[in-house]
């Protein structure tokens, strides 16, 4: 769980959808989660997945879930400029002492134009 | 439910000095864990509590460092003779009980911006 890779930079049109990719490595994962963070704030769930689904949809959030390949993406449908933010793939360490404790990748910075 | 507090937002420090953190969980969570980001980089795990009891703590934690949790509520993170490497940004999350298997998800605190100069 210590190597969740994603791409750094995104750039949108605002009322497009944005597409974000995470790979991650701990196949026994239970579940993986998508985290927000503007500037000089703390992290704000924005929502998980468990690892026997394939989708989730939440308004206009859409997680995508391969698992075979171990890739998880987090489709934003008409991206608005308050969507500009860091966005973290996070995948928790299920085993031994530290239930719960979080791999984040290093973030993608979403950027939205008007 | 007023979420995860955290204090101070900010702490400007010269080097040698030390520093303490507080973090208020989200009331009846049971697990508490203790964040380090620095620029560029996502979150990285320091330390985890369940109650009041410190479970593990990472190698990024050096002697400098010592967390407590007393009465298994709040929780605090002291720095001695802080270094001008240990400028980030430290995030205190909480999560509420569950089984093994349990979705564990964490809510954030603000978090506290340390400036070492």
């Known amino acids: 769980g210590e190597d969740v890779e994603q791409s750094l930079f995104l750039s949108v049109r605002e009322g497009d959808s944005s597409v974000i990719n995470c790979t991650y490595t701990?196949?026994?994962?239970?579940?993986l989660y998508w985290y927000k963070q503007e500037p000089g704030a703390g992290l704000q769930l924005l929502t998980y997945?468990?690892?026997?689904?394939d989708m989730k949809q939440d308004q206009r959030l859409t997680v995508l879930l391969n698992k075979k390949d171990k890739h998880l993406s987090l489709r934003i449908a008409d991206t608005q400029t308050g969507d500009s933010a860091i966005y973290f793939c996070a995948e928790p360490n299920d085993r031994g002492s530290t239930l719960g404790r979080l791999y984040f990748g290093r973030g993608t910075q979403l950027t939205v134009w008007p | 439910d007023t979420g995860v507090s955290q204090n101070p937002r900010h702490k400007i420090t010269k080097r040698g000095q030390n520093v303490t953190f507080r973090c208020d969980p989200i009331?009846?969570?049971?697990?508490l864990y203790w964040y380090r980001q620095t620029l560029g980089q996502g979150p990285e795990f320091l330390t985890y509590?369940?109650?009041?009891?410190?479970?593990?703590k990472s190698r990024l934690l050096s002697d400098r460092f010592s967390a407590e949790r007393p009465k298994g509520s709040f929780s605090t993170l002291e720095i001695q003779r802080t270094e001008q490497g240990d400028s980030a940004m430290y995030l205190c999350?909480?999560?509420?009980?569950?089984?093994?298997?349990?979705?564990?998800?964490?809510?954030f605190g603000p978090g506290t911006r340390l400036t070492v100069t």
């Open positions: 997945i468990f690892s026997n689904m």
């Open positions: 999350a909480s999560s509420p009980y569950g089984a093994r298997g349990s979705s564990y998800e964490q809510y």
């Open positions: 701990d196949s026994s994962s239970t579940y």
């Open positions: 509590f369940q109650n009041e009891a410190q479970l593990e």
């Open positions: 009331s009846e969570h049971n697990r």
